[in-house]
């Protein structure tokens, strides 16, 4: 049973448009989301989070927005730049459990920004 | 950048034989996580250990076994690899739960003949 689910596993997009990157959960013990980003022959690297307290988290082109009641998040890159182009994994956790600390992945979307 | 470092960073081995990846991180982080990432599946989580001699099983764990002797090191072994486990694995490290997740290292590509 996939908990974190990326149902777009490609997205294309003009230099400059914004790019927006979906991503539902059905976990409701979610209270934590991330996004990593990954170039190929590479490790993820972290790129913006939110916790479930808020409903948007803003950091330069990249805007992750959290729908609580939908268990929705969705990633806006404005404007899309060719070194965008990475795959993007969603990802969230559940942070009032225990001792473990674990990050469940969604499957990933490739972006490609064509210029 | 978080030191963490994975090796080798590509093996090829024989089905029927056993491999062991190493992570070894200089960050004194508790938490230390294997995953697999394959085509449409994403990363998938191996085991995970939050402690010195503390490990547990994720999702994908047949085939798979770890230790951790020691802070700095995890290790991930292929009993007897199977094409299967043709894949590339990916250590990471997590404080605890810090705002930005897990670090993760570059990634050992897998290929078992």
């Known amino acids: 049973d996939q908990q974190v689910k990326q149902n777009s596993p490609s997205l294309s997009v003009q230099e400059g448009r914004i790019s927006i990157l979906n991503c539902d959960y059905t976990?409701?013990?979610?209270?934590?989301f991330l996004w990593y980003k990954k170039y190929p022959a590479e490790g993820p690297t972290f790129l913006i989070s939110?916790?479930?307290?808020?409903d948007k988290n803003e950091d330069g082109r990249f805007t992750v927005f959290l729908n609580k009641s939908a268990k929705h998040l969705s990633l806006h890159i404005v404007p899309s730049q060719p070194g965008d182009s990475a795959v993007y994994f969603c990802?969230?956790?559940?942070?009032?459990?225990?001792?473990?600390?674990?990050?469940?992945f969604g499957k990933g979307t490739l972006l490609t920004v064509n210029p | 950048d978080a030191g963490i470092t994975q090796s080798p960073r590509h093996k090829v081995t024989e089905t029927g034989t056993p491999v062991t990846l190493r992570c070894h991180q200089t960050?004194?982080?508790?938490?230390m996580y294997w995953y697999r990432q394959d085509p449409g599946h994403g990363l998938r989580l191996i085991h995970y250990?939050?402690?010195?001699?503390?490990?547990d099983k994720g999702e994908v764990s047949d085939g798979y076994s770890v230790s951790r002797s020691k802070t700095e090191d995890f290790l991930l072994t292929l009993e007897s690899a199977t094409s299967s486990q043709t894949s590339v694995y990916f250590c990471?490290?997590?404080?605890?739960?810090?705002?930005?997740?897990?670090?993760f290292g570059s990634g050992t590509r897998l290929t078992v003949v």
């Open positions: 990802a969230a956790s559940d942070r009032s459990g225990g001792s473990n600390y674990k990050l469940t």
């Open positions: 250990s939050y402690g010195v001699k503390d490990t």
């Open positions: 939110i916790s479930s307290i808020k």
């Open positions: 990471a490290i997590s404080l605890d739960r810090g705002p930005s997740g897990y670090t």
């Open positions: 976990n409701s013990m979610f209270d934590y």
């Open positions: 960050e004194n982080h508790r938490y």
